[in-house]
Structures are given as C-alpha cells and as structure tokens.
C-alpha cells in the first residue's frame, strides 16, 4: 500500500532563518507531487507540484522553492524565513488519470 | 442554516439531519470535482469524486451534484453524524500535473 511520510509535524524557526521540509511517498512509482500551504482558517493553496524527478512548476510566486531530487521526494525550502511563511504545510501525490491526491499530516511552521 | 464566518462559512445541523455543503467552482476545463475532508491538525481526506460529464455521483451516505451551467457543485450528507464534523473542500482536479485547486471550504458542527 501506499503511504506518504512528511516531517516535521512541527516547527517554530525565526526569521531569517533557513526551511526545510521534507516529503516522502511509499508504495508508488513515478508520482504526482504537491505542496499546499494552508493559512489558520483558510483553504489550501497550491504552491509547487512537480510530474518528476527535477520537473518543478511554481504556481505562485513567493519565498520559497521546492526540489525533487529522487522519484518519491519532495522538498520544500527557503533561504530566508519571513513571518508571512507561517501556516501549515500539505504535501500530497497523486498518479495521472486519478482524480484523488492523498495528503501527509502536514508541518505547522510558525516563524517568529 | 449558513453563515460567513470571519474566513470559512459555517453549516451547523442537528444530529441525523442532512447536511448540504456548496461550493462554486471556476474553471470549466476541469476534468473532475473533488469532495475533501479536513479534520483539525490533520491533512484532507478524500470523500468523493465526480467526473466532469457527470451530474450525480453517489457514494456511502454521500451525494455529490454537478451543475455545470452554473459552476456549482454541492455535497450532501445523509443523516449526518457528530463524526461528520470537520471542514468540508472541494477541489478542480486539471492541468498536465493533475493539479487539484481548492475551494474556501465549509465548516460543519454537527450538534447532538
């Protein structure tokens, strides 16, 4: 079966400071990959999503980068915090042709 | 009834009641609609989903209805229980990386 591992599940850094979260997928091959970000009370918004190894597409433009060094690795970063970067972070995957992406538990980042 | 909360509408129904979560979508292009679950702290849950020629789609005590003349979609809940309590999203699922897009999402109490 396929599982999705995303740490940490929490984070407090300051600003400034540098980000890295990591996602990992189990159980598939040549996935679908996505970060969300989701503010307190808000929906998710689409930051990154990548259709292989080194293929990233930056839906908005921001602080933050992503990369996809392996098939079922997905990593989010920044070089700089800044308090804005606060919310909680999704990583999901998903195969073409299916219309369900299965999302991590997500890291609570709160940049201070 | 409905309200507008501060960032999320708010449905709050009696305990066996039917529950009915609406959502306006944008993109006519969409291949499919999603239905998502979001428990507090935790990453979505799909509910169900809906192929874009399509207009119902039923699941486990779930409905999901397509108006494509309008861009609505709605989720209904059949004799909702205190576990349904969560927030609702619903998400267009396109693009060559199988983006999925989200809604604001709803929050629903169920009241015992």
């Known amino acids: 079966s396929q599982t999705i591992h995303q740490w940490p599940a929490t984070l407090v850094q300051p600003v400034g400071s540098p980000l890295s979260l990591e996602c990992t997928v189990e159980?598939?091959?040549?996935?679908?990959l996505y970060w969300y970000r989701q503010a307190a009370g808000r929906g998710l918004q689409l930051l990154f999503y990548?259709?292989?190894?080194?293929?990233i597409s930056s839906e908005v433009p921001q602080n933050l980068s992503a990369s996809r060094p392996q098939d079922r690795q997905f990593i989010l970063s920044s070089k700089k915090l800044l308090l804005s970067d606060s919310g909680f972070y999704l990583c999901?995957?998903?195969?073409?042709?299916?219309?369900?992406?299965?999302f991590g538990q997500g890291t609570r980042l709160t940049v201070v | 009834g409905e309200s507008v909360g501060l960032h999320l509408p708010t449905l709050s129904v009696q305990e066996g009641d039917n529950s009915i979560i609406n959502c306006a979508y944008s993109?006519?292009?969409?291949?499919?609609f999603i239905w998502y679950k979001q428990e507090s702290g935790k990453g979505p849950q799909f509910i169900i989903d809906?192929?874009?020629n399509m207009d119902k789609r039923q699941g486990q005590r779930v409905t999901v209805l397509l108006n494509k003349t309008v861009k609505h979609l709605s989720l209904q809940i059949a004799a909702t229980q205190p576990g349904d309590s969560a927030v609702y999203f619903c998400?267009?699922?396109w693009g060559t990386g199988n983006q999925f897009y989200f809604g604001t999402g709803t929050s629903l109490t169920v009241i015992p």
């Open positions: 998400a267009e699922n």
């Open positions: 993109n006519s292009a969409s291949d499919y």
């Open positions: 809906i192929r874009s």
């Open positions: 159980g598939t091959s040549n996935p679908n």
């Open positions: 990548s259709v292989g190894i080194g293929q």
């Open positions: 999901a995957w998903s195969v073409l042709g299916r219309a369900e992406a299965f």
